[in-house]
């Protein structure tokens, strides 16, 4: 497989209910294997490896690990040894990495990395970051979309002039335990649905501001991609809940930003061929032969929302099934960026990540024990394997009710997630404010003079179609991406 350019990544971790490769033939045009209604592990490793993203373990499950009788959170100010700025001190980058126990497991430890805003620090909000898959480490994006540094091809380090850091104090988590650098010695410490992860989350905010109790009062938003569309709106809900309770730190949550992201399959699922169909991927005969499959496909995805378990795995082999179908008609593209031809079986390589945050000096610097950075994990992925088609949109119009902001972007060339699905969701979506948010105008959104978007909005739900963009805006489109996040949590018009 061919190095991408730098600008080049996999559209997140998505590895996700989409592709799951079986054969060489197949690589070529991205076909999809149906022969299973499962996901064996040996396809998921197929996937990674091909990504140039498979390391020697796909979770980090250590022995003989001393359990401790509390939760606890480590951390230590960092500063990167391929970091050349020679006035940028610990104190001035404001750089940290930590562990925290998760107190509801055996003896897991998640670990994230906090960067402190280079704007003001003491007022600007408290953005985290999650990252989709599932099982998908946050310093993917951290890297390659909008963290502080981007990764040079000799693996030095680069300021990123358009980081989410320019506005926010961010946080990059390795969710659910197992991804990245977070680990545990029992595997019964993998999680298998969004809810339980969402435990986990819960308790490490708590930690984070009770370490942190300066940046309680800022504003807190949850921000991420792709499967991050399930993690999102259940995490916040959690939130929600567990503010009710006196006896917990209060969580400032503000709002909500989804990016191409996953939440309603029954609806997005079907999307995939309309938009395929509208930019001229495939036939209007090939469509029309789509019609039972689909329909099909829908139905398993609803008995999947109301069973929980038998019909989800089915369910993923009928959409693997119609999206393989739709890659063949539209030959090697990139389905992140059909704009682009796939350079390898997946389209881009990001494997510099893994070469970066594997050397000893990195994992010294952060505070890493000796285990080696799981980029994508297999073994999370096929653990959530009954969570994939579940509609987290429903959790939405109660969060709105509640007052929380959300924002749903999505880069316009992305196949796999795309803006036509996201649209629909939203619309279809039972609110106090659905009729007003279906009739409001599509506007420009304008950067720099120049049209960057299309947006749509009604009270506290936001819609934004990114031009010139793929599943992954901030790396398309960074200067766009930061000041649409910048505006939307000013309460500004885009």
Same mark, same amino acid.
């Given at each position: 497989?061919?190095?991408?350019?730098?600008?080049?990544?996999?559209?997140?971790?998505?590895?996700?209910?989409?592709?799951?490769?079986?054969?060489?033939?197949?690589?070529?045009?991205?076909?999809?294997?149906?022969?299973?209604?499962?996901?064996?592990?040996?396809?998921?490793?197929?996937? /990674? $490896?091909?990504?140039?993203?498979?390391?020697?373990? %796909?979770?980090? =499950?250590?022995?003989?690990?001393?359990?401790?009788?509390?939760?606890?959170?480590?951390? &230590?100010?960092?500063?990167?040894?391929?970091?050349?700025?020679?006035?940028?001190?610990?104190?001035?980058?404001?750089?940290?990495?930590?562990?925290?126990?998760?107190?509801?497991?055996?003896?897991? $430890?998640?670990?994230?990395?906090?960067?402190?805003? $280079?704007?003001?620090? #003491? #007022?600007?909000?408290?953005?985290?970051?999650?990252?989709?898959?599932?099982?998908?480490?946050?310093?993917?994006?951290?890297?390659?979309?909008?963290?502080?540094?981007?990764?040079? !091809?000799?693996?030095?380090?680069?300021?990123?002039?358009?980081?989410?850091?320019?506005?926010?104090?961010? =946080?990059?988590?390795? *969710?659910?335990?197992?991804?990245?650098?977070?680990?545990?010695? +029992?595997?019964?410490?993998?999680?298998?649905?969004?809810?339980?992860?969402?435990?986990?989350?819960?308790?490490?905010?708590?930690?984070?501001?009770?370490?942190?109790?300066?940046?309680?009062?800022?504003?807190?938003?949850?921000?991420?991609?792709?499967?991050?569309?399930?993690? =999102?709106?259940?995490?916040?809900?959690?939130?929600?809940?567990?503010? &009710?309770?006196?006896?917990?730190?209060?969580? %400032?949550? &503000?709002?909500?930003?989804?990016?191409?992201?996953?939440?309603?399959?029954?609806?997005?699922?079907?999307?995939?061929?309309?938009?395929?169909?509208?930019?001229?991927? /495939?036939?209007?005969?090939?469509? %029309?032969?789509?019609?039972?499959?689909? +329909?099909?496909?829908?139905?398993?995805?609803?008995?999947?929302? &109301?069973?929980?378990?038998?019909?989800?795995?089915?369910?993923?082999?009928?959409?693997?099934?119609?999206?393989?179908? =739709?890659? $063949?008609?539209?030959?090697?593209?990139?389905?992140?960026?059909?704009?682009?031809?796939?350079?390898?079986?997946?389209?881009?390589?990001?494997?510099?990540?893994?070469?970066?945050?594997?050397?000893?000096?990195?994992?010294?610097?952060?505070?890493?024990?000796?285990?080696?950075?799981?980029?994508?994990?297999?073994?999370?992925?096929?653990?959530?394997?009954? !969570?994939?088609?579940?509609?987290?949109?429903?959790?939405?119009?109660?969060?709105? *009710?509640?007052?929380?902001?959300?924002?749903?972007?999505?880069?316009?060339?992305?196949?796999?997630?795309?803006?036509?699905?996201?649209?629909?969701?939203?619309?279809?979506?039972?609110?106090?404010?659905?009729?007003?948010?279906?009739?409001?105008?599509?506007?420009?959104?304008?950067?720099?003079?120049?049209?960057?978007?299309?947006?749509?909005?009604?009270?506290?739900?936001?819609?934004?179609?990114?031009?010139?963009?793929?599943?992954?805006?901030?790396?398309?489109?960074?200067?766009?991406?930061?000041?649409?996040?910048?505006?939307?949590?000013?309460? *500004?018009?885009?």
């Amino acid at each position: 497989m061919q190095p991408a350019s730098s600008n080049g990544f996999l559209s997140l971790l998505l590895i996700f209910s989409f592709p799951i490769f079986s054969t060489a033939e197949n690589r070529k045009v991205g076909k999809f294997s149906s022969s299973s209604a499962e996901f064996p592990r040996t396809q998921v490793e197929t996937i /990674i $490896r091909e990504l140039n993203l498979f390391p020697e373990l %796909n979770v980090n =499950i250590v022995e003989n690990e001393p359990a401790d009788p509390e939760p606890n959170l480590v951390e &230590k100010h960092f500063r990167f040894p391929n970091f050349s700025d020679s006035g940028a001190t610990l104190q001035k980058l404001g750089h940290h990495a930590g562990y925290f126990r998760l107190p509801h497991s055996r003896s897991a $430890r998640m670990f994230y990395f906090f960067f402190e805003s $280079r704007n003001n620090r #003491t #007022t600007d909000p408290v953005v985290v970051w999650l990252t989709g898959g599932p099982g998908c480490s946050g310093s993917l994006a951290l890297f390659y979309e909008n963290g502080p540094f981007h990764l040079a !091809d000799n693996l030095s380090l680069i300021w990123n002039d358009f980081s989410w850091d320019k506005v926010s104090n961010l =946080i990059y988590v390795d *969710q659910p335990m197992g991804t990245g650098f977070s680990y545990s010695s +029992s595997r019964g410490d993998i999680r298998g649905s969004t809810e339980a992860a969402g435990i986990d989350f819960y308790d490490f905010l708590q930690a984070f501001f009770r370490r942190h109790p300066q940046y309680a009062k800022n504003e807190f938003y949850i921000t991420g991609e792709s499967y991050a569309g399930h993690y =999102i709106p259940a995490f916040s809900l959690r939130i929600q809940r567990a503010n &009710k309770n006196e006896k917990s730190t209060y969580i %400032n949550i &503000k709002g909500l930003v989804i990016g191409n992201g996953m939440i309603n399959p029954e609806i997005q699922y079907k999307a995939h061929a309309d938009y395929a169909l509208q930019m001229k991927l /495939i036939n209007q005969s090939y469509y %029309n032969g789509l019609s039972n499959s689909v +329909s099909l496909c829908q139905k398993l995805v609803k008995l999947c929302g &109301k069973n929980g378990s038998l019909t989800c795995p089915l369910a993923s082999r009928f959409r693997n099934s119609v999206f393989a179908g =739709i890659l $063949r008609q539209a030959g090697d593209i990139n389905y992140y960026d059909i704009r682009k031809r796939c350079e390898g079986p997946l389209c881009y390589d990001f494997s510099n990540v893994e070469k970066f945050l594997n050397q000893e000096s990195v994992k010294k610097a952060v505070g890493v024990r000796d285990i080696k950075f799981v980029s994508c994990s297999s073994v999370v992925h096929n653990a959530m394997t009954r !969570d994939l088609m579940k509609n987290y949109g429903v959790h939405i119009p109660a969060l709105l *009710q509640e007052g929380l902001k959300l924002f749903i972007y999505a880069g316009e060339y992305d196949l796999i997630c795309n803006w036509l699905g996201n649209l629909r969701w939203l619309t279809a979506m039972k609110w106090s404010g659905q009729k007003n948010f279906q009739s409001a105008p599509s506007i420009p959104f304008v950067v720099d003079g120049l049209n960057a978007g299309l947006t749509k909005r009604h009270g506290r739900l936001t819609f934004l179609k990114v031009h010139n963009a793929g599943h992954m805006v901030p790396m398309d489109q960074p200067k766009v991406s930061l000041e649409m996040l910048r505006r939307w949590m000013r309460g *500004q018009p885009l």
